[in-house]
């Protein structure tokens, strides 16, 4: 089963609003990571929070990690048409072999404009 | 600019006739990775390289192999692709310092199957 789940599975805003979405994993964790994907493109990566992190921005983009609920949230605010894209969570599991991300089902956003 | 290149962007096989799938990187990563990613779904990671050591994902059908001749360059190699392994492939690389690294990706190849 996969490591990550994400919610919602899709989401739908106005631009100017903010979209929130949530991953859930299940093993311990060195660190967490949430990539961006367009239509029929590459991943894209957007910012990497640590295990004995708890919150880290950048730009219009907040991470928050609680590694007792083994949970991460990922807000975008100010959302603009160019956003619309698959978002992935992806973690890099404790004590795993090399260096592998198991990554979520991705949350499928789209800004209205 | 330093990137991850995949080449063809689509490629159509027909049942049964192998494919390569080719991947190059100009960022000196001694990590490259091939993820499968079918629609609506999350990429799921085939095998690795770490420099020159084939790591190879317990549920990779026998029918997927790699090659990684140097640093730059891996390819996939899909022996008898069936309709079921029409997806898009995803080549991905990183460096290998301590536990602190993202992957960088290729824009795909979309592998279609008649």
């Known amino acids: 089963s996969q490591q990550g789940e994400e919610d919602p599975q899709a989401l739908s805003i106005q631009e100017g609003e903010n979209a929130t979405m949530n991953c859930s994993y299940k093993t311990s964790i060195n660190n967490l990571q949430w990539y961006r994907q367009n239509s029929g493109r590459g991943l894209v990566h957007l910012i990497l929070?640590?295990?004995?992190?708890r919150e880290k921005h950048s730009g219009r983009l907040r991470v928050t990690l609680d590694t007792s609920k083994k949970s991460s949230s990922l807000l975008i605010t100010a959302s603009r048409a160019a956003d619309t894209a698959s978002y992935f969570c992806a973690t890099d599991a404790r004590g795993a072999a090399g260096n592998k991300l198991t990554f979520g089902g991705g949350t499928r956003v789209l800004v209205k404009p | 600019d330093a990137m991850v290149i995949q080449n063809p962007r689509y490629q159509v096989t027909q049942f049964g006739k192998p494919v390569t799938l080719s991947c190059s990187q100009t960022l000196n990563h001694n990590v490259m990775y091939w993820y499968q990613q079918k629609s609506s779904q999350a990429p799921k990671l085939l095998f690795h390289?770490?420099?020159?050591?084939?790591?190879n994902e317990a549920d990779t059908p026998d029918n997927f192999q790699s090659r990684r001749p140097n640093t730059s360059f891996c390819f996939l190699d899909i022996r008898s692709p069936g309709l079921g392994d029409a997806a898009m492939y995803l080549c991905a690389t990183s460096r290998s310092s301590g536990s602190w690294y993202e992957q960088y990706f290729g824009p795909g190849t979309r592998l279609t199957v008649t």
């Open positions: 929070i640590r295990s004995n992190e």
């Open positions: 390289y770490y420099d020159k050591d084939f790591n």
